[in-house]
């Protein structure tokens, strides 16, 4: 008895667990990026609690001091950065819908996918590790900047906390590798009959571009990672300086002449591409979704094709516009400025496609439209973010504005808040996918109503402190002497508003949690195609299929709308 109840229980952790099905390893990694998200959501309460209120004693706690303010910025920016806009979009999605997208029965090298992911699991549990090492957690923020992040000695926060970071950002690196490399193959090797390039659907093109970016990048952060460990421990000195005095100490890097400014370059060489990893699915959503809510076909679709790859081209060639203040050459920053402003246009492209497909489509907002509604708001953070990014191109004004939280206000709008959006656009669009049951669409608007106002109020004024001069990664912004101190003093009173429609954000998710587990258990049973979508995905299961239109076709504008199996597939004893 005791045998079979152990063969069962051990049946359970290899069908749910230790598996190699590609939806059961995607669901993993929406589950590991769920967990993450709510970490870095309260590691943010506290940091927006510190700056409203500084002098504030917390329970437990007492009142904050400027290293563990730091540390919380740390490990709030590389669980956001990494385990949620990396994982959940680039992995987790992907893992559940590309390959069913392109009609694929698994996914290339399942073991290495699998392995993959637990590596990635690994890392995260590193760095919950490194808030409880002798020492304290990293303080050097999400991009460690040496030489302080170099010399273990440097202060607080920069002994094995610095050190279990950099083996976390190693481990992911590796995951993130195996995963892109599962993911490129299976697409182009996987594909379905009738599945030619010309008909794969948007995210799946997102998709692919966004794991060419992540074995490039992740690669080279991985070196860097390995590198700063070995300038660490091993005696090398690649970014510390002959010479130096670092926390009142003169630092001798053994004769060798190592640069700072070569970590800037490998790190930002993965820095700016992860923007895309992010946010390029979705886009290919918008894309799909846009056009599926609205019965048209995406309107230039090669051209849709075209501009996700420019932006993922130009994505790995313009990381040098971080860098604009830390001594790069005029004539670099000018190439990185004309390059920044370049991706621009294949975005605004994008975004013109996007309006073109809903303007004035009468079918847009039926039945269910809640996941168009966060697509929608996902063009409007897009658009929102993007209008800063051409300042901040500029050389000129990046020296003012780059160590302000005008910056913080543009990677929040384009990179969180967008990405977060599609993110919560994906998840009620598949739900039914994922669990048979559909997600409470009451819920689901005033989820999104309350979500889209308070990250506006949140966000949109950290624009306003930033041009005043509000500096980023200050544990404390009063108290400080002269006139900058009394400056700074003015914009508390935006600090409070700020901090209040931080509060009202994240209580709006306690909405999307309770929409999560009912639906999961008691929702609404989902028709087999509830959306009437045309791509593969929805297509019954256990039938071999031939692709014999393009991708999400739909019937011409005013007329009715087609059924889908006649349009995208047949099987493949059917006619042409």
Not at 210 to 234: E, I, K, M, P, Q
Not at 360 to 371: D, F, G, L, S, T
């Amino acid at each position: 008895m005791r045998l079979a109840e152990a063969l069962a229980s051990w049946s359970w952790w290899r069908r749910n667990v230790f598996t190699t099905d590609y939806r059961v390893v995607g669901r993993l990694y929406l589950l590991l990026a769920l967990k993450a998200v709510a970490i870095g959501t309260i590691l943010s309460m506290f940091m927006r609690i510190h700056l409203a209120w500084p002098n504030a004693r917390l329970p437990f706690w007492g009142v904050m001091k400027p290293e563990e303010y730091l540390a919380l910025l740390t490990m709030h920016g590389t669980m956001m950065i990494f385990f949620v806009l990396t994982v959940a979009p680039q992995m987790g999605f992907a893992c559940l819908i590309a390959p069913a997208q392109i009609g694929a029965k698994r996914l290339s090298f399942p073991r290495i996918h699998a392995a993959g992911f637990w590596i990635i699991a690994a890392s995260f549990v590193v760095l919950l590790l490194a808030a409880f090492v002798p020492g304290g957690a990293p303080i050097s923020g999400w991009t460690s900047y040496p030489p302080l992040s170099a010399i273990a000695a440097a202060g607080p926060g920069q002994a094995m906390g610095m050190d279990l970071w950099l083996v976390s950002i190693a481990l992911f690196c590796v995951g993130a590798v195996l995963g892109g490399v599962s993911l490129l193959t299976t697409i182009i090797c996987e594909r379905c009959e009738g599945m030619t390039w010309g008909r794969l659907p948007l995210t799946v093109w997102s998709w692919l571009t966004g794991a060419l970016l992540t074995v490039l990048a992740f690669s080279v952060l991985f070196d860097a990672a390995v590198l700063l460990l070995c300038d660490r421990h091993a005696g090398t000195s690649f970014f510390v300086p002959a010479s130096g005095v670092i926390n009142g100490m003169l630092v001798n890097a053994r004769g060798h002449d190592g640069s700072p400014l070569l970590w800037l370059h490998l790190f930002w060489f993965f820095g700016h591409p992860v923007v895309y990893i992010a946010v390029l699915p979705g886009m290919g959503l918008a894309s799909m979704l846009l056009a599926g809510f609205s019965r048209r076909r995406v309107p230039g679709y090669r051209t849709m094709i075209a501009t996700t790859l420019a932006i993922g081209l130009l994505g790995i060639l313009l990381w040098g516009h971080h860098m604009f203040v830390a001594g790069l050459n005029p004539f670099a920053s000018s190439i990185f400025a004309v390059t920044t402003m370049a991706i621009a246009l294949p975005s605004a492209i994008k975004v013109m496609s996007w309006l073109v497909t809903v303007w004035r489509a009468p079918a847009a907002m039926k039945p269910r439209p809640v996941p168009m509604l966060w697509m929608l708001g996902f063009v409007s953070f897009f658009i929102a973010g993007g209008l800063t990014g051409p300042i901040l191109a500029q050389p000129i004004l990046d020296s003012y504005l780059h160590n302000t939280f005008f910056v913080v206000a543009h990677f929040h709008l384009i990179m969180a808040m967008a990405g977060v959006f599609s993110l919560f656009g994906a998840t009620y669009y598949w739900f039914p996918l994922m669990t048979g049951r559909m997600m409470n669409e009451r819920l689901g608007r005033w989820h999104f109503w309350l979500t889209i106002v308070a990250a506006y109020s949140t966000f949109l004024p950290m624009h306003l402190t930033g041009l005043a001069g509000e500096p980023r990664q200050y544990a404390q912004l009063t108290g400080i002497p002269g006139p900058a101190g009394a400056l700074l003093a003015r914009l508390q009173p935006m600090q409070i508003h700020v901090t209040v429609s931080a509060f009202v954000l994240i209580a709006a998710q306690v909405l999307f949690l309770v929409n999560l587990w009912r639906s999961t258990w008691s929702g609404e049973v989902a028709p087999e195609n509830p959306w009437e979508a045309t791509t593969l995905e929805w297509a019954p299961a256990g039938e071999d299929l031939r692709v014999v239109r393009g991708p999400c076709e739909y019937g011409e504008e005013g007329l009715s709308y087609p059924q889908w199996e006649q349009l995208v597939q047949q099987p493949l004893d059917g006619p042409e």
